[in-house]
């Protein structure tokens, strides 16, 4: 068995789980449903409700920053995804941003059709791509496999929920250009977790999650990447907060410059403080030693499962495929699952018979996932 | 001169102001467009941080309540605008709400292609409409003015930003439907600050504002009212958060029933948190107290700067035609806006010309109506 006492010693990242307010006596490997609380945030909140909102009133939008918290939250995520400055924008959720960029690249290829996705994906993006065919109606529609001269985009999660394999994102996107489609990615599962490369991959579109690696809060703002290439489209959710001059109050609609015009409406000041803490934090941590972490961790995990024998894994054995997660499978799963949040690790199920495990590398350490292999051990032989 | 002490002495919503955390010295017109911050708002959201995030973890989705958020302020909001129960989601901005307002008025009426909007409206409602109006792309236009045979909706704001005045909800309503046409209300500058009859006025849709008269924090959720009649519709929308079984993960869409379906990311937990205390404060009102209180200040100040002289009234003297706001025009407005500002006195300033000053009956006294005249005098004589 792997010392895991001595590679706690010697990681570089041993400060960071020191950083987060995580519950005694918990193993918590859920932190790519929802990441926990650093404890920077409480005060910065705090401090934003009596000093800023509660003494500084209106006057915060300009003197305290407000105003221009999606760009300088959206400018920290760039950094972590690899995009060029001035390419993403925080707010709205995942959901309303996937929307967004879906609408985009419809836009910019008019005479195409198709949303190419991944059959299994995550559902809530094909949800919202289906409700943006219909809303064209123009014969728009989705279909899952590889791009035909039909597609105007392919849509695809990096990380997938479900099982941990990481996509190819530069394969990926270059096929999709090959045939003339755009590439919209969706990070939820990647950003703050693996290394990402926004801009030399080519990439036309992406969106991602506050609240998952990047440890923002409950439904935290999600963000928006659009390439500069791309950022003279005119936004079809086109807000106030988009506008070129929002408080002229004019009644004609003339965009920003740049990403600022995918902003609509009042951004959510509380959700972009508590999430501008937790990129903060994934920004101070080295990406490579993270991602080493990261991939030790996940290959003691997935070793040590397959040691007990009775688990399948859906998870890549190939650390070039794999993200920042562990699923394993077992026919009593649910069950599983609930006796090990009794001894105090936590998972997520997921149906019909998958056990979900976070490998979150600035929370948590190896010798929690010792104590998450014992106990799943002991949860299994009951 | 009004007796303004007396009158504090005997207003029976003369607790509500301690309720409020104002910087001392201060007088604050501006609640209508970022409510001041409720003494209770700190420890909730706190509780939230360190408890139901810090601790409970991703239990708090179905423990604390978090799933159940959008729908239980959405309750709370939809008691306070005389709505239907089960008829008002929380979440998303003002802005994204209109769009599914927008996009599930125009299903209804798929024969029909105009958007009737009120010239000279509050913009981002007009830039959201074009927008969809766009999107649609089959001859979709808006058109100022009385709705007609081509009219799929009228939209219009109920108390205009800009005067204060207040349109007449049953009326236009009955307007629209003579025609076929279906009623979206924005009642970002009503929602708290004056009577609703949702229900009663045969409204459609509606969405509104939670930072303004609701208090709920910088950018807090808006809300979105969908009528029971027309809760069939398949929203444009389309998020796992409005399927029938989010955490089914099924790969084919099915809307939740009621008003549920139009949820659509995460819900934002940190901003519901602190508009639902600010609801509350709403909702622990007499409304009809609330609105004599809001009409009698906005006498005593219309009245109070007629006497000074060299200012224009766009706010109606009719108290029926009046919402909770006085807008004064003055050839100085900027300017005067700034000295009031150095006095303590805190408005907004709207171009060209207008001083615009929230009555907010919930965090204002009398008094501060008496001292905010004294300084009005004091900032146009310089």
Same mark, same amino acid.
């Given at each position: 068995?792997?010392?895991?006492?001595?590679?706690?010693?010697?990681? %570089?990242?041993?400060?960071?789980?020191?950083?987060?307010?995580?519950?005694?006596?918990?193993?918590? +490997?859920?932190?790519?449903?929802?990441?926990?609380?650093?404890?920077? *945030?409480?005060?910065?909140?705090?401090?934003?409700?009596?000093?800023?909102?509660?003494?500084?009133?209106?006057?915060?939008?300009?003197?305290?920053?407000?105003?221009?918290?999606?760009?300088?939250?959206?400018?920290?995520?760039?950094? +972590?995804?690899?995009?060029?400055?001035?390419?993403?924008?925080?707010?709205?959720?995942?959901?309303?941003?996937?929307?967004?960029?879906?609408?985009?690249?419809?836009?910019?290829?008019?005479?195409?059709?198709?949303?190419?996705? &991944?059959?299994?994906?995550?559902?809530?993006?094909?949800?919202?791509?289906?409700?943006?065919?219909?809303?064209?109606?123009?014969?728009?529609?989705?279909?899952?496999?590889?791009?035909?001269?039909? *597609?105007?985009? &392919?849509?695809?999660?990096?990380?997938?929920?479900? *099982?941990?394999?990481?996509?190819?994102?530069?394969?990926?996107?270059?096929?999709?250009?090959?045939?003339?489609?755009?590439?919209?990615?969706?990070?939820?599962?990647?950003?703050?977790?693996?290394?990402?490369?926004?801009?030399?991959? /080519?990439?036309?579109?992406?969106?991602?999650?506050?609240?998952?690696?990047?440890?923002? /809060?409950?439904?935290?703002?999600?963000?928006?990447?659009?390439?500069?290439?791309?950022?003279?489209?005119?936004?079809?959710?086109?807000?106030?907060?988009?506008?070129?001059? %929002?408080?002229?109050?004019?009644?004609?609609?003339?965009?920003?410059?740049?990403?600022?015009?995918?902003? &609509? /409406?009042?951004?959510?000041?509380?959700?972009?403080?508590?999430?501008?803490?937790?990129?903060?934090?994934?920004?101070?941590?080295?990406?490579?030693?993270?991602?080493?972490?990261?991939?030790?961790?996940?290959?003691?995990?997935?070793?040590?499962?397959?040691?007990? /024998?009775?688990?399948?894994?859906?998870?890549?054995?190939?650390?070039?495929?794999?993200?920042?997660?562990?699923?394993?499978?077992?026919?009593?799963?649910?069950?599983?699952?609930?006796? +090990?949040?009794?001894?105090?690790?936590?998972?997520?199920?997921?149906?019909?018979?998958?056990?979900?495990?976070?490998? *979150? %590398?600035?929370? +948590?350490?190896?010798?929690?996932?010792?104590?998450?292999?014992?106990?799943?051990?002991?949860?299994?032989?009951?």
């Amino acid at each position: 068995m792997t010392d895991l006492d001595a590679l706690d010693r010697d990681d %570089p990242l041993a400060a960071f789980p020191e950083r987060f307010d995580l519950p005694s006596g918990v193993v918590y +490997l859920d932190g790519n449903s929802l990441g926990p609380l650093p404890r920077a *945030t409480r005060p910065a909140v705090d401090a934003l409700l009596a000093g800023a909102w509660g003494r500084d009133l209106i006057a915060s939008w300009e003197g305290n920053g407000w105003m221009a918290a999606p760009l300088r939250v959206g400018e920290a995520i760039g950094r +972590l995804i690899g995009a060029e400055t001035g390419s993403v924008i925080a707010g709205d959720s995942t959901s309303i941003n996937l929307f967004k960029a879906l609408a985009a690249a419809l836009a910019l290829r008019p005479g195409r059709t198709e949303i190419a996705v &991944v059959a299994d994906d995550f559902p809530t993006d094909h949800y919202i791509a289906g409700g943006i065919a219909g809303l064209l109606g123009r014969g728009h529609r989705l279909r899952a496999g590889a791009p035909g001269p039909e *597609t105007a985009v &392919v849509l695809a999660g990096h990380v997938d929920f479900r *099982t941990g394999r990481m996509r190819p994102m530069v394969a990926l996107t270059a096929e999709a250009h090959a045939v003339g489609a755009l590439a919209v990615w969706d990070l939820s599962h990647s950003t703050g977790a693996v290394p990402l490369a926004l801009a030399a991959a /080519g990439a036309d579109f992406a969106v991602g999650c506050g609240y998952k690696f990047l440890n923002g /809060g409950p439904g935290a703002p999600g963000y928006l990447y659009v390439a500069p290439r791309h950022q003279g489209v005119v936004p079809a959710l086109a807000g106030w907060m988009g506008h070129a001059a %929002p408080f002229a109050f004019a009644s004609g609609y003339a965009p920003a410059q740049g990403i600022a015009r995918f902003g &609509v /409406g009042t951004p959510p000041i509380l959700g972009l403080a508590a999430l501008e803490v937790g990129v903060g934090l994934a920004l101070a941590a080295d990406m490579a030693a993270l991602r080493e972490k990261s991939l030790r961790m996940s290959t003691i995990f997935m070793e040590g499962a397959a040691a007990l /024998g009775g688990f399948g894994c859906l998870t890549p054995a190939d650390p070039d495929a794999r993200g920042s997660q562990v699923c394993l499978t077992h026919p009593e799963a649910a069950a599983i699952m609930g006796r +090990l949040a009794a001894l105090g690790v936590v998972g997520d199920f997921r149906p019909p018979d998958i056990l979900r495990f976070g490998i *979150t %590398p600035l929370t +948590l350490r190896y010798r929690d996932i010792g104590r998450a292999l014992a106990c799943l051990a002991q949860a299994r032989g009951e």
